[in-house]
């Protein structure tokens, strides 16, 4: 089933991190498995912040208290190889055992330097941009917020996902958002399934984009940094999405300044929307929007084949 | 077809009990009548005989009660309030069942905010009324109810819903009265996809659009869009009528246009009016939709099948 969610703002700031926690706590009945985060916060430039993690939840269980090393090693695998590139490390946060914050900075090519870190067995990065923090793990949305402090944090925009697993397992690599790997600050959420999944993974797949899951959503978050890298707009891309991917969908693409949604050509998954002058609400149920606006307003469904996009 | 010669055997002893059972008039009065009207008082017409008999073979009693047997008797002028706030969708309906066994005929709930399954199942006379918005699945499956509500409705509102009334003042979600079955259903705003899907009777009315694949196999039941339709109106509709005030997207499998007869502008317009939502200009401007009727297939069968399933 899944939920998702989302919220723009229009020229001003707030507390997404807390918004976008109480959106999806109130969605979490259409799925515990997991919940993910993808918020926007100040851009900063040439700094980047780069989300990873070291190994997958079922490693760590597996490993016992052999893992404390492996994860160690892992670590310093990265600090080296970042080292390597010339990247300066502003910042370190440890968020979990398996879950870093690094704040970096950088001159040049990102996506060699993400290819680089990745290449360290286990290690998935969850995100690289200016501006976007994608945090995501298992469990509801108050203690995926809780474990990586996400109250509090002040963005113009963010989206968000709690999953039920249907088309794939219940770990971390599975759960959305996804980072649209190697596009700075470009992440999707998506509830629904894409019934040509194989067939488009692996067009992208011979064009050299890289999948770290066996999650159906993930295709569309490659499919759009495709698009992009192609100089396509975001908006043209969610319209050709439409027709080139087969199945029911609604989904939710968030870059630095903008987010966009499109819903199938049945549209079968549902989205309600909010809009207003300043703030722009989206929720797969009008009770997430209610968690955040008490007061009285007026929502609609967006129809069958839509696409808008926000620019915050 | 099966039961025909059971039926004959049952007819067979002529003791008094079964006369009186079948209704068959004293043998004085019988003998009074003329040849034609004495084999149907006595059940002997080829049609009854055959079980074809499109006769109602009772009249319901003016003393009979349609209503079920546990319903509460409610005062309509017994007016109270219930704070949804921080109650969950159990305790609300739960609530409303207390107060209407009370016997408070007027029940506002205020505070919705959206959450889901709020009202349903009241098989009985009563005036609901939501201050707020509904999640999915409001008011589905009632029988009788009288409802308001101000706000908004999310998917599968008032889903099989039997009789009464529902007028939402804003917009509502997908399969807006999924397998309605009967009342008034109506919408002020607009509605999402697939709306009156499945449905078997009772009317669906829409101020403003509809989406996608509204009516889709819709089996009986009058719906009226008074604004735009999506794309494939009334796919696989069997019967039933669709009334669309404004542009059609496209229409879907055996969905024909027919002609607006005087019946239907009279109806529209007394049903529209009802509610508030006669358009300025009229109903000359309503596009009709009937099922073409090509895919009525279920009696095509060969002979030799027929047998087989029968």
């Known amino acids: ?312 | 077809m099966a039961g025909v010669e059971s039926d004959v055997s049952e007819r067979a002893p002529d003791d008094k009990a079964t006369r009186d059972a079948r209704k068959v008039p004293p043998d004085a009065e019988l003998r009074g009548m003329s040849q034609e009207d004495r084999v149907k008082a006595l059940g002997m017409a080829t049609d009854q005989l055959t079980g074809r008999s499109m006769y109602i073979e009772f009249q319901p009693g003016e003393e009979e009660r349609f209503t079920y047997p546990w319903a509460p008797d409610l005062d309509f002028n017994k007016r109270t309030e219930i704070d949804a706030g921080e109650l969950s969708t159990t305790e609300v309906n739960q609530r409303i069942r207390a107060l209407m066994a009370e016997g408070y005929g007027s029940i506002v709930v205020q505070n919705p905010r959206g959450k889901h399954s709020i009202g349903v199942g009241i098989l009985n006379r009563l005036n609901l009324i939501i201050e707020g918005s509904l999640g999915y699945f409001g008011v589905g499956l009632i029988d009788g109810p009288n409802v308001r509500i101000s706000g908004r409705v999310g998917w599968s509102c008032a889903e099989n819903m039997m009789a009464g009334t529902v007028v939402i003042e804003k917009n509502a979600g997908s399969t807006f009265g999924a397998a309605l079955r009967g009342g008034d259903l109506v919408c002020k705003g607009s509605v999402g996809s697939r709306t009156g899907i499945d449905m078997k009777g009772g009317t669906i009315i829409v101020g403003g659009e509809t989406g996608a694949l509204s009516g889709f196999m819709m089996q009986r039941g009058r719906m009226v869009v008074c604004g735009n339709a999506g794309k494939n109106l009334g796919d696989s509709m069997y019967d039933g009528t669709i009334y669309v005030g404004g542009e059609i997207k496209s229409l879907g499998v055996d969905a024909v246009k027919a002609e607006l007869s005087d019946l239907d502008r009279k109806w529209l317009t007394r049903k529209l009016t009802q509610y508030g939502l006669m358009p300025e200009r009229g109903v000359d401007h309503f596009t009709k939709v009937v099922a073409g009727k090509q895919l009525w297939n279920y009696d095509n069968l060969e002979p030799s099948e027929k047998k087989l399933i029968l």
Not at chain 1, 32 to 50: H, K, R
Not at chain 1, 81 to 104: D, M, N
Not at chain 1, 115 to 126: H, K, P, S, T
Not at chain 1, 169 to 174: A, E, F, K, T
């Open chain 1, 1 to 312: 089933m899944c939920g998702i969610a989302g919220l723009i703002y229009r020229g001003k700031s707030s507390d997404v991190g807390a918004e976008m926690t109480s959106m999806l706590q109130a969605l979490k009945h259409r799925g515990p498995d997991s919940t993910g985060f993808a918020v926007y916060g100040a851009p900063s430039e040439g700094d980047y912040i780069l989300r990873f993690k070291l190994a997958e939840k079922e490693e760590i269980d597996a490993a016992g208290y052999r893992i404390g090393e492996r994860l160690k090693a892992r670590l310093d695998e990265i600090e080296r190889r970042l080292e390597e590139h010339g990247v300066e490390v502003k910042s370190r946060t440890k968020a979990t055992e398996y879950a870093y914050r690094f704040v970096i900075r950088h001159e040049g090519d990102t996506e060699a330097l993400a290819r680089y870190v990745e290449d360290v067995e286990g290690v998935e990065i969850l995100s690289l941009g200016n501006s976007l923090e994608l945090i995501k793990d298992l469990g509801d949305a108050a203690t995926v917020a809780g474990q990586y402090e996400l109250k509090g944090f002040t963005g113009t925009h963010g989206i968000g996902h709690t999953r039920m697993a249907t088309e794939s397992d219940v770990d971390i690599r599975s759960a959305h958002p996804y980072w649209a790997f190697p596009y700075n600050d470009v992440s999707v959420v998506h509830n629904g399934q894409i019934t040509n999944y194989w067939t488009m993974r692996r067009q992208m797949e011979r064009k050299g984009h890289r999948f770290t899951s066996d999650c159906d959503s993930e295709l569309l978050a490659v499919y759009t940094a495709h698009n992009l890298a192609n100089g396509v707009e975001l908006e043209e891309s969610l319209r050709r999405s439409i027709s080139e991917i087969d199945g029911v969908f609604t989904y939710l693409v968030a870059t630095r300044d903008q987010l966009g949604m499109a819903k199938d050509t049945m549209a079968a998954k549902p989205l309600v929307l909010y809009e207003s002058d300043d703030l722009i609400v989206m929720a797969s149920e009008e009770v997430a929007i209610r968690a955040i606006l008490p007061q009285e307003i007026d929502t609609t469904d967006p129809y069958d084949e839509e696409v808008r996009v926000w620019q915050a």
